[in-house]
């Protein structure tokens, strides 16, 4: 459950604030998509999931150039943006946050536990103790934080009762390029909704490299925003909540492709410390894309690969604007020896 938040000021006009809320944030670009200015960037969500970069997934170009609308607030599926006006927050069933009915629990509930077990957030929380009244059965609470809850619904699938109800931001499109994906696995890991997985196969089975839940997806494009070779293309097809004045909301967002992520960061080595092993070579999705053999470990043409080559030994960095921000390299290397700096956005 989560702790008070930090909040951070994105522009101010007048008696109108622009707040953003980074712990609510999941890295869906949603906002950005928006934003009549284009004025907010999202990017290296694969590296801050993983922990590998220090930063915020979304961040404003220019306060000043920000016209305080409310557009990106009102489409947020987690109310990580919000709009303030006299200090007092702006709750009206204009904001797709607030119009989305809050996951709730039911007296049917049984206190199992499974809702607690299964969610991808970590946003319920279950207290339970046998009955005193001689009877077989459990007594206790079930809360749900609805500040983190994302509406994936896999509490309420899971439900024996039928206790929970929730209701989904967005209906949509799900595809992935299998002939593109190098199955780093950072949409897995970024996904706020468990919705991508890996299938495990049986001895002699083929199966795809990266599987999609379309029961769990809230097809919010984190996935998409995150896959380091643009393998993902996730499109919002319906708002599902009675949010007031919906048209104009949906004439920014459906059918629309997730905006491309900013390159907020920049590769750095210690060549003295790099074994030279090429691992890291081996295992940069964009490498991988480039040249099929390295999939299986061949580390042949050194001077050839696209983003990271080892060359007299040691680590290079070809082209810095190709990296995908996704961190594989940094998790790999048994020396510590490449990393992911944070840079400016321009």
């Given at each position: 459950?989560?702790?008070?938040?930090?909040?951070?000021?994105?522009?101010?006009?007048?008696?109108?604030?622009?707040?953003?809320?980074?712990?609510?944030?999941?890295?869906?670009?949603?906002?950005?998509?928006?934003?009549?200015?284009?004025?907010?960037?999202?990017?290296?969500?694969?590296?801050?999931?993983?922990?590998?970069?220090?930063?915020?997934?979304?961040?404003?170009?220019?306060?000043?150039?920000?016209?305080?609308?409310?557009?990106?607030?009102?489409?947020?599926?987690?109310?990580?943006?919000?709009?303030?006006?006299?200090?007092?927050?702006?709750?009206?069933?204009?904001?797709?946050?607030?119009?989305?009915?809050?996951?709730?629990?039911?007296?049917?509930?049984?206190?199992?536990?499974?809702?607690?077990?299964i969610?991808?957030?970590?946003?319920?929380?279950?207290?339970?103790?046998?009955?005193?009244?001689?009877?077989?059965?459990?007594?206790?609470?079930?809360?749900?934080?609805?500040?983190?809850?994302?509406?994936?619904?896999?509490?309420?699938?899971?439900?024996p009762v039928?206790?929970?109800?929730?209701?989904?931001?967005?209906?949509?499109?799900?595809?992935r390029?299998?002939?593109?994906?190098?199955?780093?696995?950072?949409?897995?890991?970024?996904?706020?909704?468990?919705?991508?997985?890996?299938?495990?196969?049986?001895?002699?089975?083929?199966?795809?490299?990266?599987?999609?839940?379309?029961?769990?997806?809230i097809?919010?494009?984190?996935?998409?925003?995150?896959?380091?070779?643009?393998?993902?293309?996730?499109?919002?097809?319906?708002?599902?909540?009675?949010?007031?004045?919906?048209?104009?909301?949906?004439?920014?967002?459906?059918?629309?492709?997730?905006?491309?992520?900013?390159?907020?960061?920049?590769?750095?080595?210690?060549?003295?410390?790099?074994?030279?092993?090429?691992?890291?070579?081996?295992?940069?999705?964009?490498?991988?894309?480039?040249?099929?053999?390295?999939?299986?470990?061949?580390?042949?043409?050194?001077?050839?690969?696209?983003?990271?080559?080892?060359?007299?030994?040691?680590?290079?960095?070809?082209?810095?604007?190709?990296?995908?921000?996704?961190?594989?390299?940094?998790m790999?290397?048994?020396?510590?020896?490449?990393?992911?700096v944070?840079?400016?956005?321009?």
């Amino acid at each position: 459950m989560q702790e008070e938040m930090r909040l951070s000021v994105f522009a101010e006009k007048k008696d109108k604030q622009l707040i953003y809320y980074p712990e609510k944030c999941i890295g869906c670009g949603t906002c950005v998509q928006a934003c009549p200015k284009g004025n907010l960037t999202v990017g290296a969500v694969g590296a801050i999931t993983r922990g590998l970069l220090d930063a915020d997934f979304l961040e404003i170009k220019e306060r000043e150039a920000c016209l305080v609308c409310g557009i990106c607030a009102k489409v947020c599926p987690t109310g990580a943006l919000e709009m303030k006006q006299e200090g007092k927050t702006l709750t009206d069933m204009s904001y797709l946050s607030r119009a989305m009915k809050p996951t709730s629990v039911n007296e049917n509930c049984v206190h199992c536990g499974l809702c607690e077990d299964i969610c991808p957030q970590g946003c319920i929380e279950v207290t339970r103790e046998i009955s005193a009244d001689g009877k077989l059965k459990l007594v206790g609470k079930t809360n749900i934080d609805t500040e983190c809850c994302v509406h994936c619904g896999w509490c309420a699938e899971v439900c024996p009762v039928n206790a929970i109800s929730v209701e989904k931001p967005f209906e949509g499109r799900w595809t992935r390029d299998e002939d593109v994906c190098q199955t780093c696995h950072t949409c897995v890991e970024v996904c706020p909704a468990n919705a991508i997985f890996n299938k495990k196969a049986k001895p002699g089975e083929r199966v795809e490299k990266i599987s999609h839940r379309p029961d769990a997806c809230i097809y919010c494009g984190a996935c998409a925003i995150a896959c380091p070779v643009d393998a993902i293309d996730v499109r919002k097809t319906a708002i599902l909540p009675n949010v007031e004045k919906k048209g104009v909301l949906e004439k920014k967002l459906l059918e629309a492709p997730v905006p491309n992520a900013i390159l907020r960061t920049c590769l750095e080595t210690d060549e003295d410390a790099c074994l030279g092993c090429g691992n890291c070579v081996i295992v940069c999705p964009v490498n991988a894309l480039s040249d099929r053999e390295l999939a299986a470990g061949h580390l042949n043409n050194m001077d050839e690969k696209a983003l990271l080559g080892v060359k007299n030994g040691r680590i290079s960095v070809i082209d810095q604007d190709l990296c995908g921000a996704d961190g594989a390299c940094a998790m790999i290397c048994p020396v510590n020896a490449i990393w992911l700096v944070k840079r400016e956005v321009k």
